[in-house]
């Protein structure tokens, strides 16, 4: 299983970027998908996820308004439109795949396959 997360770069505050997943290996329309991400210093922290329908999305609430995810399962692709970027958005962003359901989106032990992350740097 990979997943291959693209899209990250610098940018300016109040910038827009979006972050695209592609999954292979996997049946990627089985799998709830989210994003996290990791701050220097910091623990990795859950951003957003989607549900295998995508029909049900959740946020964390630092960026909720902001970012939005979605996913297009003909393409095997999940996506992060992140808008109005800030420095604290700057981070290593990972996608992330799950097929379990007890465990909260917030949870990394709830996500069975992990991407090797892009860079987002925003400046201010």
């Known amino acids: 299983v990979q997943l291959q997360a693209s899209g990250g770069g610098l940018a300016q505050a109040g910038d827009s970027l979006r972050l695209s997943c592609t999954g292979s290996?996997?049946?990627?329309?089985?799998?709830?998908m989210g994003w996290f991400r990791q701050a220097p210093g910091k623990e990795r922290e859950f951003v957003a996820a989607i549900r295998w329908t995508g029909g049900t999305t959740s946020y964390a609430d630092s960026v909720k308004g902001r970012f939005f995810i979605s996913r297009r399962n003909a393409k095997n692709e999940v996506y992060l439109q992140m808008n109005s970027l800030n420095a604290d958005d700057t981070a290593v962003y990972y996608c992330t795949a799950r097929t379990g359901r007890i465990l909260s989106d917030f949870d990394t032990r709830a996500y069975d396959y992990w991407g090797k992350g892009t860079q987002v740097t925003v400046s201010s």
């Open positions: 290996g996997l049946r990627f329309s089985n799998y709830d």
